[in-house]
Nanobody
Framework: QLQLVESGGGLVQPGGSLRLSCAAS????????IGWFRQAPGKEREGVSC????????AYAESVKGRFTISRDNAKNTVYLQMNSLKPEDTAVYYC??????????????????????WGQGTQVTVSS
C-alpha cells in the first residue's frame, strides 16, 4: 500500500525555520514526482514545491522562492521541505503528494493538484508571534 506520512509541522515565530519530512512507503520516491501543497483556511490549495524523479529538477511557487528548499534522500525514501524566513502567510496545512514522472512538462504541470495520485494526511504549520 502506497503511503505518505508528513511530520515536522508546528508553531514558529515569524522569521523562524521548520523542516517538513515526507516518509514514503510502498513505493520508491526517486521513481515519482514528489511535491508539497498547502491550504490555509478560506483559501484555495496551492502548490508549494516539487522535485522530479529523473534528474532531481525542482520547482517552487513564487511566494516561497529563495526561502524554501525541497530535497530528497533516496536511502531513507524521504523528501524534505526546508522552510526558512517563515511569514504569517505561510500558515497552512502542508500536504506531501506523489504522482507519475512528469519529464519536460515539469514547469507547466507540477502545480496542478490533479496530477498527483497520492496525498499524505497533512501537517499544520503556524507562523505567529
Amino acid at each position: 500500500q502506497l503511503q505518505l506520512v508528513e511530520s515536522g509541522g508546528g508553531l514558529v515565530q515569524p522569521g523562524g525555520s521548520l523542516r517538513l519530512s515526507c516518509a514514503a512507503s510502498g513505493f520508491t520516491v526517486d521513481y515519482y514526482l514528489i511535491g508539497w501543497f498547502r491550504q490555509a483556511p478560506g483559501k484555495e490549495r496551492e502548490g508549494v514545491s516539487c522535485i522530479s524523479s529523473s534528474d532531481g529538477s525542482t520547482a517552487y511557487a513564487e511566494s516561497v522562492k529563495g526561502r524554501f528548499t525541497i530535497s530528497r534522500d533516496n536511502a531513507k525514501n524521504t523528501v524534505y521541505l526546508q522552510m526558512n524566513s517563515l511569514k504569517p502567510e505561510d500558515t497552512a496545512v502542508y500536504y506531501c503528494v506523489a504522482g507519475p514522472a512528469i519529464g519536460s512538462r515539469l514547469k507547466i504541470l507540477w502545480s496542478h493538484s490533479s496530477w498527483y495520485d497520492y496525498w499524505g494526511q497533512g501537517t499544520q504549520v503556524t507562523v505567529s508571534s
